[in-house]
C-alpha cells in the first residue's frame, strides 16, 4: 500500500524539467544570443556588409565617414563588375595601404571590429572606387575636349569632381609637359579592372603613377583584381540625411 506521506513526492530518477536537454538548450537566451551572432556573420561574410568610407577620394558620390551597404553578391553565378559601378576591393601589394598597426589594444580592437562588422574603421588594405574599365578594354586619356577614352569612345563622367586640370592647344596631351589628366594607352588585362576615384584629382586610384604620361607604360598602372573584388556599393546607409541609392 502507497505511504500517502510520499504520494505526491517528485520521482528522484527524473529530471526536475520534463523537457529534453536540446529543447532545454536550444531555449536558453544563451543559445539564442549565439545563434544571432552565427547568421550575422554568415550574412556579412556572404551577402552584405556595410562599409566606412575612409577618405575624400570618392566625392562628391560619397563623404568621408559614410556607410554604405556592399552587396557581396552582385558578381556571382558568372556576374562581373561594369563600367560605373562602385566597387570595395582589397588591395593587393601594388597599392600604398601600408599602415603600422595600432599600438594601442582599445584601437587594435575597435579596428578589429570595424573590419568585421563595417560600421567602424576598415582595414587599410580595404578600398572603394569606381570602375572605369574590365578586362580587355582599351584606355587613354584624353579626347579633345579632355575626356577619358574608352574602347574609342569618350566616357560621361557626370559624378567627376574637381578633375585635373585640361586646357586644348595650351595644357592638352600634346603639350610640353602635358596635363596631368594625361594617361598612356592601356589593354586591361585579364581577371582584372581599371578603377579611379570620383574625386579624380585627390584619388590614389590605379591611374595615378600614370599621369602626364603620354608614352606607353604598363608598369605603372594599378589594378583591381577579380578574386579581390567584395562586393558592389548600392546604397550609402549613414548618415540618414544622405540615404540612397548609388
Known sequence: MMDPMTADAPDARRPASGRPLWRRITGSAWFHLFAAFVVFGLILSFVAKPYWVPSGSMEQTLQVGDRVLVNRLA??????????????????????????????????????????????????????????????????????????????????????????????????????????????????????YLVMGDHRSNSSDGAIQCRGRTAPDAGCWRWARSEEIVGKAVVILWPVTRWSGL
Do not use: M
Not at 553565378?77 to 599600438?103: E, K, Q, R, Y
Not at 560600421?119 to 580587355?136: E, M
Not at 569612345?153 to 567627376?160: N, Q, W
Open 75 to 192: 558578381y556571382v553565378g558568372g556576374a562581373t563588375p561594369h563600367t560605373g559601378d562602385i566597387v570595395v576591393f582589397d588591395a593587393g601589394s601594388g597599392w600604398d595601404t601600408t599602415s603600422a598597426p595600432p599600438d594601442n589594444p582599445i584601437k587594435a580592437v575597435l579596428r578589429w571590429l570595424g573590419e568585421v562588422t563595417g560600421f567602424g574603421p576598415s582595414g587599410p588594405h580595404t578600398l572603394i572606387k569606381r570602375v572605369i574599365a574590365g578586362p580587355g578594354q582599351t584606355v587613354k586619356c584624353c579626347s579633345a575636349d579632355g575626356k577619358l577614352v574608352v574602347d574609342g569612345k569618350p566616357l560621361a563622367e557626370p559624378y567627376v569632381f574637381q578633375d585635373f586640370p585640361f586646357q586644348p592647344g595650351t595644357l592638352d596631351c600634346t603639350t610640353t609637359p602635358a596635363s596631368p589628366r594625361c594617361l598612356p594607352e592601356v589593354t586591361v588585362p585579364k581577371n582584372s
